[in-house]
């Protein structure tokens, strides 16, 4: 009778503990899959697989918006994937199409920080994919959600990262500033909470910098910093190669 009681006791703990997941308790599975991606050495199949894994943990996560908000990482990380690793751009549009669907749905609900961030960050992969016409068109919304996360909480680094990249990525007539955009993220480096990943861009994104304002000494620092943290990117080595 006992043993039962105690069984019961435990089984009724599981039950109780599902109803209150949040998605801190899924960043340890998202982090797995989002280090395969920017990794690249992996198995393009088997890292899938870890995307899928990832989203059927996420797909328990009982408050929609941040449901929302985690299906639309997870969209995002597959679309890097088609872009930089099986280099097919249409099935990436399709990709980061569907992680904007996500978090604007996400954002609906209330706004965030985070979400205006990712909001960002899919613009200007959008923008890197379908060109000048596409980024004219809607390339000032990277800065201007950008900016948004960051009234909503100026320590989010991810999008102070974005509105570095704008800065440095936009054309001088459209506001523009290369220098400036370094500053911005070196800005990043003062944040203390600052996760791999976006120490990673922050790198890559300073090796880019560099190498445009034709700094290529200080290119090729950030690119190796950042192939250290990841060291099979595949977009850190061929910005490295291009210094050559």
């Known amino acids: 009778m006992h043993v039962k009681y105690v069984v019961f006791c435990f089984l009724f703990f599981l039950i109780f503990a599902g109803i209150h997941l949040s998605a801190d308790d899924f960043d340890d599975h998202f982090r797995k899959a989002q280090d395969a991606v920017f990794n690249q050495k992996e198995d393009p199949d088997d890292v899938y697989s870890l995307i899928s894994e990832s989203r059927s943990t996420i797909l328990q996560i009982p408050r929609e ?139 890559t994104g300073l090796g880019s910098a560099y190498s445009k304002i034709g700094q290529p000494e200080q290119a090729r620092k950030n690119f190796n910093n950042s192939l250290r943290i990841f060291p099979g990117n595949l977009y850190a080595s061929r910005g490295l190669e291009n210094l050559l």
Not at 111 to 137: H, N, P, T, V, W
Not at 148 to 172: C, I, Q, W, Y
Not at 177 to 193: A, C, F, N, S
Request: proline share 3%; net charge positive.
């Open 65 to 203: 918006q941040e449901r929302l908000y985690w299906l639309a990482r997870l969209e995002y990380l597959a679309g890097y994937m088609e872009l930089l690793t099986r280099e097919d751009p249409e099935a990436a549009e399709r990709r980061f199409r569907k992680s904007e669907s996500l978090v604007e749905q996400s954002l609906s609900i209330g706004e965030f920080s985070d979400g205006y961030g990712l909001l960002s960050d899919i613009i200007g992969r959008l923008c890197q994919i379908k060109g000048k016409m596409y980024a004219l068109r809607k390339g000032r919304n990277v800065e201007k959600y950008a900016e948004r996360a960051l009234e909503l909480d100026p320590f989010n680094s991810k999008a102070l990262l974005m509105l570095g990249s704008a800065k440095v990525h936009t054309p001088k007539l459209f506001g523009g500033d290369p220098v400036k955009g370094i500053r911005i993220m070196l800005d990043t480096l003062r944040l203390e909470l600052i996760g791999k990943d976006d120490l990673f861009r922050l790198y």
